[in-house]
C-alpha cells in the first residue's frame, strides 16, 4: 500500500479527517491503496504547492527529510519549500506520523476507529491561560510562558506512540503531565474556565463489561465490586487500588497484599474468567504475532513472550483508549461543545449551559456498553 500527495482526487469511499491545520481527506482506490490529500489552509497556499517546486536548493533539507518525501510519494525530490526549514521539518514529521498511523490501521482493519479518533484529536480547539504571579519568578513552567506570551495554546496528539495506542503529546505543552493546580488555569478564548470532562473507572468497566456482563456497577463500580466479591469488608480506595490492579495484571498474591482476602480474590479472578482470556490472548499473540484488543486495535507487545497479566492489560489499555475517544466526540457533538484538550480519561471542553454534573453515555464500538462520567469546572476542587 503507498501514500500520494495530490492535487485532484477523486475518492470512492472518502473518510474526512480534520488535521491539525489542514483539510485532510483519506480514501481508497480501485488498487486498495489508500491516498491521502492535503489542502494547507495557512498564508503560505497548499502543501502540494510548495512541495512541487523543483530546482531550488535542497541544502537546508537533510538525506533523512528528503527520504520521508519520496515516501511520501515524491520520487524525483530536489525541492525547497516556500516555508522556514523548521516547520517544513516540523510538517514533514506531522505528515509522516500520520501516513504511518493511518497505513498501519487499514493494514490492521482497524481505519474506521482510527480515523473517528484521529478527527476527534484534531478537532481541539485552541486554548488559553490564566496568569498568574509565579512563586519564583525565576523558574517558568511551559504554562506560565504560556500565559506571559499571551499566546493561544495548541496541542496535537500522537495515537501511534505506544503500543497500546495510549496518547502523548506530539506538540505543545504536555497537557498529560499539567497537575490540577496547572489544569485549574485552562481558560476558553472568552476567558472562562473550561470544564472537565472525566470518565468513571474506565478501564475497569471495559474489563467487567466484557468478563462479568451480568454485574451491574450501579453509581460506583469500586463499591459494587466490595459488596459483590468482598462482603464490603473493603474500604473504597482498598476496594479501588485492587480492580484498577486486575486491569494492570496484577497477581492473586499482590491483590491479597493490597487488603483483600484470598478467598475474594479467587472468586473474583474466576468469575472474571482471566485465566481463560490470557491463555486466549496468548495463543492469538503465538499465531499472528499480535493480539487485537475489543475495539478491534492491534497490540503488539514489546516482549515476545509477555506475562499474561501484560496482555489483559495491553488488552484493556488499548480499547480505553478508543472508548474514551468515542464518548468525548458523542458528547461534544450532542452537547455543541467545543474540545481543547486531553489528559487520558478526560477531555476539557467549553460551551453553553455546561453545568456540574453525572451523565452516561454508551460505547457503539463497545456494542452498547455504558459508561458513567462526570462534569465540573477546572477551577472546582
Not at 491545520?21 to 482506490?29: E, F, K, P, T, Y
Not at 499473540?285 to 478491534?296: A, E, F, N, R, V
Not at 477531555?347 to 455504558?370: A, K, N
Amino acid at each position: 500500500m503507498g501514500f500520494n500527495l495530490g492535487s485532484t482526487l477523486h475518492p470512492s469511499h472518502p473518510l474526512g479527517v480534520s488535521f491539525l491545520d489542514s483539510s485532510v481527506r483519506i480514501s481508497r482506490d480501485a488498487h486498495h491503496s489508500l491516498t491521502l490529500e492535503m489542502q494547507d489552509h495557512g498564508s503560505v497556499g497548499s502543501l502540494n504547492e510548495f512541495l512541487s517546486i523543483w530546482g531550488h536548493d535542497v541544502s537546508l533539507l537533510s538525506t533523512g527529510e528528503l527520504k520521508m518525501l519520496e515516501c511520501l510519494g515524491l520520487e524525483q525530490v530536489n525541492a525547497v519549500s516556500l516555508l522556514p526549514a523548521p516547520t517544513l521539518k516540523r510538517r514533514l514529521a506531522e505528515i509522516s506520523r500520520l501516513a504511518q498511523e493511518v497505513s498501519r490501521a487499514d493494514e490492521m482493519g482497524w481505519l474506521e476507529v482510527y480515523t473517528q479518533g484521529r478527527g476527534f484529536l484534531d478537532s481541539l480547539q485552541p486554548f488559553r491561560i490564566e496568569p498568574i504571579i509565579p512563586t519564583d519568578p525565576e523558574v517558568e513552567t511551559p504554562w506560565d510562558i504560556a500565559a506571559r506570551l499571551g499566546d493561544p495554546v495548541n496541542v496535537t496528539y500522537s495515537m501511534s506512540s505506544t503500543i497500546t495506542g495510549r496518547l502523548t503529546v506530539s506538540s505543545g505543552p504536555n497537557t498529560l503531565t499539567a497537575t490540577p493546580e496547572e489544569r485549574s488555569r485552562w481558560r476558553d478564548p472568552n476567558g472562562a474556565p473550561l470544564i472537565e470532562l472525566d470518565i468513571s473507572a474506565l478501564e475497569p468497566t471495559i474489563l467487567f463489561g466484557l468478563q462479568a456482563p451480568g454485574f451491574d456497577p450501579g453509581d460506583d463500580l469500586y463499591d459494587a465490586v466490595n459488596r459483590a466479591w468482598f462482603d464490603s469488608g473493603l474500604t473504597r480506595d482498598v476496594a479501588k487500588q485492587v480492580t484498577i490492579s486486575l486491569c494492570y495484571g496484577a497477581t492473586r498474591r499482590s491483590l491479597v497484599t493490597l487488603g483483600a482476602s484470598e478467598s475474594g480474590v479467587q472468586r473474583l479472578v474466576t468469575d472474571l474468567g482471566l485465566a481463560g482470556l490470557g491463555k486466549r490472548l496468548q495463543e492469538e499473540l503465538d499465531d499472528k504475532g499480535y493480539i487485537t484488543s475489543p475495539t478491534g486495535r492491534p497490540v503488539r507487545p514489546k516482549s515476545k513472550n509477555p506475562r499474561l497479566g501484560a496482555l489483559i492489560n495491553n488488552f484493556v489499555q488499548s480499547a480505553g483508549v478508543d472508548v474514551s475517544l468515542e464518548i468525548f466526540r458523542k458528547t461534544c457533538a450532542a452537547w455543541s461543545c467545543v474540545p481543547h484538550a486531553v489528559v487520558h480519561d478526560a477531555v476539557y471542553i467549553s460551551g453553553d449551559d455546561l453545568t456540574p454534573g453525572t451523565h452516561r453515555e454508551c460505547s457503539d464500538i463497545l456494542r452498547g456498553m455504558q459508561f458513567r462520567f462526570t462534569t465540573k469546572s477546572v477551577t472546582d476542587d
